[in-house]
């Protein structure tokens, strides 16, 4: 009896790795799908955004002017909140959506559409680098629209991920935004740690310089 009751739950055991294995397969087959086709839809909004940049005079699109971003590119802004409202797309899709859509809004000066956007893009966001960038971002569209309190949240956010590369302009951002709110000892701590972290840098340098201009 006991030979025969361990060969069956060997069999049933058996039986639930076949399952769970043929599950596994049609999930990666689904992921892979979904993934691919959802490069196919990025691929698709870069060449609108080619397209249509194409009928726009060089002296217009220059980064830092000021421009219709949803009449000049509004087949491009309609593809990636396409994106964004459908879901279908992976969380890498998505987050790639709404930083393209945000950078744009925020080149062309546009920068409270450009926080909605990005501030989308912070929940697709799956790794440090991602969320460190797209807080950085977020930060600057913030600082631009003069939403001053929270630049420094999403400046201070971007800091917590622990980005060496990034963490002299996350410092800097929120120098800016202390002395904004006339909160000059946490500047002033700030510029301090960075002198002393980031000694001989041009974070540094500008951190002092950003004290002394400070009136």
Do not use: C
Request: hydrophobic share 40%; glycine share 6%; net charge positive.
């Amino acid at each position: 009896m006991e030979n025969w009751f361990d060969r069956k739950r060997i069999l049933g055991f058996a039986l639930i790795l076949v399952v769970a294995g043929v599950g596994t397969y049609f999930y990666q087959a689904a992921t892979e799908k979904k993934e691919e086709e959802g490069k196919s839809a990025l691929y698709k909004v870069q060449k609108t955004f080619e397209e249509e940049s194409k009928s726009i005079p060089e002296a217009e699109k220059a980064a830092g002017t000021s421009l219709d971003v949803d009449a000049k590119f509004s087949k491009t802004v309609s593809e990636l909140n396409g994106l964004l409202k459908a879901r279908t797309a992976s969380d890498r899709i998505l987050y790639e959506a709404a930083y393209r859509l945000g950078t744009l809004y925020l080149e062309y000066r546009q920068p409270e559409k450009a926080a909605q956007s990005l501030k989308e893009g912070v929940s697709f966001a799956g790794s440090a680098i991602q969320r460190a960038s797209i807080q950085y971002l977020l930060g600057s569209a913030l600082e631009q629209a003069n939403k001053t309190k929270e630049a420094l949240g999403a400046f201070q956010n971007g800091l917590s991920q622990n980005i060496a590369a990034l963490k002299g302009e996350f410092m800097l951002g929120m120098i800016r935004m202390h002395l904004q709110l006339k909160e000059v000892a946490q500047a002033k701590k700030l510029s301090e740690q960075i002198a002393k972290e980031l000694s001989g840098s041009k974070a540094a340098e500008t951190a002092n310089q950003l004290l002394k201009d400070f009136k």
